[in-house]
């Protein structure tokens, strides 16, 4: 069975710095990874999506794979109090459609 | 977005009741899910579906039954609840394809004393 480990647990930043969490899956057959927020009280929705190799950007949100080491990160720049949030990395293979969830980061940014 | 809503939001319920959790999505999603977050563990995902009349076990499916009458309805029984399922319960759903995004409905609290 799929196993997403995440890390930190839980990490303080200030306004206007830089958060980076990570994120490895146990199965060598990963092709998906996803990366989830979600604000206290609410439901988790999705922040960006990575299924190759390579970096991608949106607005202050950068993620990164590599497939190699089944490892993914998510960095955000310029960190906002409204960006705390518990963040659930997600991974899946093609050939299923069960999506298995790490256990969180939970980033507080302080003012 | 994908409107997925669920029923009821909370719920206390007694050791040995029967517990029915209701999820219904308006997007014509061919697969739904269930899970239940607690602290500590993440999303874990009990019962899911392909499709109308089909349920699939997940990694934690004892002591849950789930039912997919339609498309739109998913519903999560507990036959005989127990203090351990106490927890928050999320239903969600996809268009079905690989590497889709999943949407989740707001949640079900759910208390068993």
């Known amino acids: 069975q799929q196993k997403v480990q995440q890390s930190p647990e839980s990490l303080i930043v200030p306004e206007g710095g830089m958060a980076s969490l990570n994120c490895t899956s146990s199965?060598?057959?990963?092709?998906y990874f996803w990366w989830y927020r979600q604000h206290s009280g609410k439901s988790p929705k999705m922040l960006m999506?990575?299924?190759?190799?390579g970096e991608k950007e949106e607005g202050r949100f950068t993620v990164h794979l590599n497939k190699a080491s089944l490892h993914t990160s998510l960095h955000i720049r310029d960190s906002q109090p409204s960006d705390s949030a518990l963040y659930l990395c997600?991974?899946?293979?093609?050939?299923?459609?069960?999506?298995?969830f790490g256990t969180g980061t939970r980033l507080q940014v302080l003012p | 977005e994908a409107a997925v809503t669920q029923s009821p939001r909370n719920k206390v319920a007694v050791t040995g009741g029967k517990v029915t959790l209701s999820c219904n999505q308006t997007?014509?999603?061919?697969?739904m899910y269930w899970y239940r977050q607690d602290t500590g563990h993440g999303l874990r995902l009990i019962h899911y579906?392909?499709?109308?009349?089909?349920?699939e076990k997940g990694d934690i499916p004892d002591g849950y039954k789930a039912s997919r009458p339609s498309q739109e309805n998913f519903s999560l029984i507990l036959e005989l609840a127990t203090p351990s399922q106490t927890s928050v319960y999320f239903c969600?759903?996809?268009?079905?394809?690989?590497?889709?995004?999943?949407?989740f409905g707001e949640g079900s609290r759910l208390i068993v004393v």
């Open positions: 997600a991974a899946s293979t093609a050939n299923t459609n069960k999506v298995v």
């Open positions: 199965d060598r057959n990963v092709d």
């Open positions: 999506s990575i299924f190759s190799n």
């Open positions: 997007n014509n999603h061919n697969n």
């Open positions: 579906s392909y499709g109308a009349g089909s349920t």
């Open positions: 969600a759903s996809d268009r079905g394809d690989s590497g889709n995004t999943l949407y």
